[in-house]
């Protein structure tokens, strides 16, 4: 369905859903940042991140997506998530460079969206 086939106002509920979601995984990796102190490498992060996200991914979407999709959104909102771990540890907080980053990855991922034709996609909650 293309855009101008959407009902009013689904179009931005999608935008906002996507932008709901990119900002709680830049979050969940903040949180874990706070939460470890920065403490734990990368590798550790990664694998107990990715892990958290699978488990809410599958507890809202379970039979409802294949697992190949919900693979590979584990992925995509895992590399977010991994940004909001790393980004405290390498430079000091500023609100307009992390409004401006999420605006990017979201403005990124709508894109990447439009470009797919029946390809994997995005799920957001």
Wanted: glycine fraction near 10%; charged fraction near 15%.
């Amino acid at each position: 369905m293309s855009d101008q086939e959407q009902p009013q106002g689904q179009g931005q509920q999608e935008i906002g859903s996507l932008s709901n979601s990119i900002l709680m995984a830049f979050n969940l990796g903040v949180q874990f940042n706070q939460q470890t102190q920065g403490t734990k490498s990368v590798t550790e992060v990664t694998g107990e991140l990715g892990h958290t996200i699978y488990t809410n991914l599958m507890q809202v979407y379970g039979e409802n997506v294949q697992d190949d999709l919900l693979r590979s959104n584990t992925e995509y909102f895992l590399q977010i998530a991994m940004m909001g771990y790393i980004v405290p540890s390498i430079c000091a907080f500023d609100e307009d460079f992390k409004n401006r980053l999420l605006q990017l990855i979201e403005m990124r991922a709508q894109k990447t969206e439009g470009q797919q034709a029946g390809g994997s996609k995005i799920i957001t909650t």
